[in-house]
């Protein structure tokens, strides 16, 4: 009875390990995090601005939420790779909420991983700057980082869109991935029409928001963007949270979820140095 309760636990702790071990792998494997394998670019004495919500909750009561960590994390190595000087900022300024999903053991990216041991940028994370303190015209690239947080508060900031608008104004590129485009809504271009109007675009699905059952965030952003006139795009797979898009129209340049962070950081720093457009 003892060896067949002992072969028992020992089959357990196998099974435990091989989920362990193989889930993030699968996973990946399916299509999540994939590694870019893409051109990388550099950017010598650049600079970049991140920018992430400051909401941290779905709704008024629900569970934690924030920016998507893989989605700051990833273009902010990217863009160290790259060798530009990465300043990091948010809504209301003060410490970022992160949204604790995105840390899971079989979530969690090789950039996360990192950030979690970099004291450094746990830093600028912890004191990001106010985005109303900021002259985003002294940056070279503009990102914008998603997550369900970014649903409640990037799409509605005047003051991002105004600074926005400043940025595109003086030649910058600006971007983002998942529902950091949401950003760009009240935004404007030199002319005074809505940035988005008639521009290629991507950013995460109404099928992905429904898969993943967030649909009571305010804004969603494909629903957003068509309806401000963008030409939206994407792909899809049998779980969108899975698939991968990326778009360059000019100096905008999007991508659809969490998954295209490295590729439109270097997709960014491509067209600032006078790449594709």
């Known amino acids: 009875m003892k060896k067949t309760l002992g072969i028992i636990v020992l089959v357990l702790i196998v099974l435990g390990l091989a989920v362990w071990l193989g889930l993030p792998a699968g996973l990946k494997a399916m299509g999540l995090h994939p590694s870019y394998t893409g051109p ?3 950017l010598p004495d650049g600079k970049a601005l991140i920018i992430t919500t400051s909401h941290d909750r779905l709704g008024e009561k629900g569970d934690r939420t924030g920016v998507f960590a893989s989605e700051m994390t990833a273009p902010y190595y990217e ?3 790259g060798g530009l000087k990465v300043d990091v ?29 970099d004291a450094g940028f746990q830093q600028k994370v912890n004191q990001s700057l106010k985005i109303d303190d900021v002259d985003f015209t002294g940056y070279d690239i503009i990102y ?20 926005i608008s ?46 993943l059952g967030i649909s009571m965030t305010p804004q969603h952003p494909e629903r957003e963007l068509r309806a ?3 030409l939206y795009e994407s792909k899809t797979a049998f779980w969108d949270m899975f698939a991968n898009h990326s778009v360059i ?3 905008l340049v999007t991508g659809q979820n969490q998954n295209a962070g490295a590729e439109v950081a270097n997709k960014m720093m491509m067209t600032a140095k006078g790449g594709p457009r």
């Not at 914008?144 to 105004?162: I, K, M, P, V």
């Not at 590129?173 to 991507?202: F, M, S």
Request: net charge positive.
């Open 79 to 81: 863009f160290i790779a």
């Open 40 to 42: 990388k670019y550099q």
């Open 166 to 211: 400043q940025a595109y104004g003086a030649g910058k590129i600006i971007g983002g991935v998942c529902h950091g485009p949401l950003g760009l809504l009240t935004a404007q271009d030199e002319k005074g029409n809505p940035l988005v109007k008639e521009r290629h675009l991507t950013a995460v699905t109404d099928k992905q928001v429904r898969e």
């Open 228 to 230: 401000a006139g963008a």
């Open 89 to 117: 900022a948010s809504i209301k300024g003060g410490p970022i909420p992160i949204d604790p999903m995105s840390f899971m053991w079989f979530i969690k990216s090789e950039y996360d991983d990192r950030y979690l041991k």
């Open 144 to 163: 914008l980082a998603g997550g369900w947080g970014a649903a409640y508060d990037l799409g509605t900031s005047e003051t991002l869109g105004r600074k």
């Open 249 to 251: 129209d000019g100096r």
